[in-house]
């Protein structure tokens, strides 16, 4: 394959970043397959699924609409709005990176194989790829425009010009530092205190984090019943049942039904709380419409 020019390939890969954008996504970056060697360990890394891999092309999209965040039915976004846009974008990138440049290339694997952790994490793949930075909120990684967005990337061997991460955090808005100076919370903290029984704790300095604390496993029991785990805990139930009256009530009851159409569809299984966020200032203004 002959070797591009700078100009080249800066050109291929603002062209392959449209075309990430052309099949849903709302932003594309790049990452150096090999900046992710500083911070995870072997077996999570991009080369450990694709020897030789050169970049990590990772697409970005909202989830749900506007309109959806601000229903007064605070269960609408459990059910609606999340179509795998991402996914699809990060697959049309790397078939087009293997039939038209002919490298390498595949999505990268992004939904856990046991456990909570997948084979490679998107949040760190979006942060090198200079998309956003982490937030108190969950980690939730922000960008700096639309606030929380979902994660999908592509691995190639193909070299492209990788993106800069952000210079400077998305999070604290300039509006939750004054928050936190005037009552010590910002609106994540407030809505969901670990001292009291929430998920979030952060200590703010001079307008950087200096300190967070986030509680994963009580915010997964709050924000992540439906899907796998939860059919799990439905079939621990069934099989517990003491007759065929109370099994009944299992089989017939609204959560399993929500589980077995979130593992059949996968579409309901995305999150049952998203007040962190609601509250979130970053990217909020996007969501006023008429
Ligand atoms: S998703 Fe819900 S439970 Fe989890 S940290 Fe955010 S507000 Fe708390
Ligand atoms: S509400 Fe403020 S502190 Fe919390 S995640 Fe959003 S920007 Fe960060």
Redesign the pocket.
């Known amino acids: 394959m002959d070797e591009q020019t700078a100009d080249e390939l800066e050109a291929t890969t603002l062209a392959l970043k449209q075309l990430g954008l052309n099949s849903g996504a709302t932003v594309v970056g790049v990452a150096a397959a090999s900046a992710f060697n500083e911070y995870v360990p072997e077996g999570h890394r991009p080369s450990d699924f694709m020897p030789g891999a050169k970049s990590v092309v990772v697409a970005g999209s909202l989830g749900p609409s506007n309109a959806a965040w601000q229903s007064p039915n605070r269960r609408l976004m459990e059910i609606t709005g999340y179509d795998f846009r991402e996914n699809v974008a990060s697959l049309v990138m790397a078939e087009h990176i293997e039939t038209v440049h002919g490298y390498q290339a595949m999505q990268a694997p992004a939904l856990p194989t046991s456990g909570q952790h997948p084979p490679m994490s998107m949040m760190l793949a979006a942060v090198l790829a200079g998309l956003g930075t982490r ?3 969950a980690n ?1 990684i ?1 960008h700096p425009t639309y606030g929380l967005l979902y994660y999908a990337a592509a691995i190639t061997t193909m070299p492209l010009v990788p993106d800069h991460q952000l210079e400077d955090n ?4 300039r509006s ?1 530092v004054k928050m936190y100076e005037l009552e010590g919370k ?4 407030a809505v969901c205190p670990a001292d009291d029984g929430g998920c979030i704790d ?1 200590t703010i300095d001079d307008g950087e984090i200096t300190s967070s604390y986030f509680n994963r496993e009580r915010c997964s029991t709050r924000a992540m019943n439906f899907g796998i785990r939860g059919h799990i805990k439905q079939v621990e139930l069934l099989t517990a049942a003491d007759d065929i009256d109370e099994a009944k009530a299992v089989l017939y009851s609204d959560d399993f039904r929500r589980n077995l159409s979130s593992v059949g569809r996968y579409k309901e299984s995305v999150a049952q709380c998203f007040e ?1 966020m609601r ?4 990217g909020r203004y996007r969501r006023k419409l008429k």
């Open positions: 937030s108190i909120a939730i922000l998305v999070c604290p808005a939750c910002t609106p994540c903290m952060a962190c509250v979130c200032p970053v």
